[in-house]
């Protein structure tokens, strides 16, 4: 059992930053793929951006919302994975959650394990 806590969200200002962080409590994480996802007050959830395990060629993707604006990086000394929200805007207001599959490929990359989630409200 693999068990995630998100930490870092917050309010922001549009234009602002935040970075969030998917951390576990033992090396494991580092074998996952980590997914980080968002849900909005009534929509559906959606993916945000996928890193590879430890063991793969460091592919990262993003979904098109947030492509140039965030960024997704592994701390593998400190089992965490981190993401990076530059340029924000309130659409990316959201409940944000990491979790930890076998792999970032694929339309929808299977994930095993979630976290409870962290709130982002980007708002003036």
């Known amino acids: 059992q693999l068990q995630l806590v998100e930490s870092g969200g917050g309010f922001v200002e549009p234009g602002g930053s935040l970075r969030l962080s998917c951390t576990a409590a033992?090396?494991?994480?580092?074998?996952?793929?980590i997914g980080w996802f968002r849900q909005a007050p009534g929509k559906e959830r959606e993916g945000v951006s996928c890193?590879?395990?430890?063991?793969?060629?460091?592919?990262?993707d993003y979904a098109d919302s947030v492509k140039g604006r965030f960024t997704t990086s592994r701390d593998n000394a400190k089992f965490t994975v981190y993401l990076q929200m530059d340029r924000m805007i309130p659409e990316d207001t959201a409940m944000y959650y990491c979790?930890?599959?076998?792999?970032?490929?694929?339309?929808?990359?299977?994930?095993?394990?979630w976290g409870h989630g962290t709130l982002v409200n980007v708002s003036a």
């Open positions: 033992t090396f494991t994480l580092n074998y996952y793929a």
């Open positions: 890193i590879s395990d430890i063991n793969s060629d460091g592919y990262s």
């Open positions: 979790a930890a599959g076998p792999s970032c490929h694929g339309t929808q990359p299977r994930m095993d394990y």
